[in-house]
């Protein structure tokens, strides 16, 4: 078993961490502080490292990464600035559904924009009456020539304010339930909808919103995948999201570690730095234990991921660690910050406002702990 990262690997973290922290960081404060949504350009400047697209194949303009390696680069970015690494995994995400199950025309209209970020996409699953359910979605979906007809809402759709297009799943035949659910691509130029923010605890700068459709038309073509498909197609990338989300973790876990680690050297009291206590070394040591654990959780995940093995199971224990560790791990830094911990002066409070909703977004831990429940037991405790 090998825990190193190789030579590339190494040289990338380094290299994506010096500009993130010369190019981006310097601006982070401001757009948070001022709730200013992320702009191309901003995306445009972390394109280059393979963040949306990194994982396809070079032929069609990505960046042929493995899992781990894709891994690494979005925990340097949360570690930065986790607003702006929500944009890009959001877009990243619908490019990743059209390129696998696209038909060619769609490919052929969809892939460039979106891997230039010249289009921002969403991904609409969730509705006012409808989260974990999914198979429930009331928004329907009717065929009346070429258009299908689009009417209900969707709700805490991150990137929604700012998207050009989106994939987003309707229910097709009421009859069938879960297996009537199909999705399309919707794009602002072709389709006519509504969108409302949602003020929320974090992530400030990637605006998360309530769309409205009412007789909105699709394009008949814009079904992606099959009819009646649409679920199955979401959890396409079920595993991929939540071994992504204990990366997204260790990244502010990491970030919250070092910022910590800096202020209690710094800090002076009793004529000494804090760092000096041995109360204070213990809170560093279990939040560095803890780090580490989450992303080792996470590698686990992400080398199943590459090796094509199941990892149902790894993916949700990554997702249910990691969500629920670094908000220990976010708390101690605001312990060890004090006062100032508490307030927007210092970066830890953010650190745990970006952070708090990952125990709910990406299947709540409520269901990681039923779906690691029915691995192990045989038996579902769910639908
Ligand atoms: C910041 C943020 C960004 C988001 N971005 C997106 C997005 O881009 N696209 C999108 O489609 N959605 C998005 N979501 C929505 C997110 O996916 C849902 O919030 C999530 O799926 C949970 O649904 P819900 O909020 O309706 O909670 P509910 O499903 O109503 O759950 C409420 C509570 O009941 C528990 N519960 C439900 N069923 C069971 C059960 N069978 N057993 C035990 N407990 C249960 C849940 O665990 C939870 O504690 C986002 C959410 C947030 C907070």
Known sequence: MDFDLNEEQKMLKTNIRRFLEKEIQPIVEEYEIKSIPITKEIIKKVLPFGYIGGLLPEEIGGGNLDHITYFLMIEEL??????????VSTSNMILTHIYESGTEKQKEKFIEPLLKADKIGFFALTE??????????????????????????????????????????????????????????????ETTYKAKPIEKMGMHSCPTAELFFEDSLVPKENVLGEVGQGLKLAGKMLNFARALVAFICTGVAQACV??????????????????????IQAHIADMLTLTSSMRLLGLQAAYLLDKELPCQREASMAKLFATEKVLQVAEKAMQIHGGYGYSREFLVERYYRDIRHFTIAEGTNEIQRLIIGRDALGISAFK
Not at 140 to 147: D, G, P, R, W
């Open 78 to 87: 949360s570690r930065v600035w986790p607003s702006l690494r929500a944009a």
């Open 128 to 189: 006012p009456n409808v989260g974990s359910d999914t198979s429930s979605i009331e928004m329907t979906a009717v065929l009346k020539e070429n258009h299908w007809v689009l009417n209900g809402t969707k709700t805490f759709i991150t990137n929604g304010m700012e998207a050009d297009m989106g994939i987003l799943f309707a229910q097709t035949d009421k009859t069938k339930g879960g297996k009537g659910i199909t999705a399309f691509i919707v794009d602002y130029t």
């Open 258 to 279: 070092d910022t910590s680690i800096k202020y209690a050297k710094e800090r002076i009291q009793f004529g000494r730095p804090i760092g000096s206590f041995q109360l």
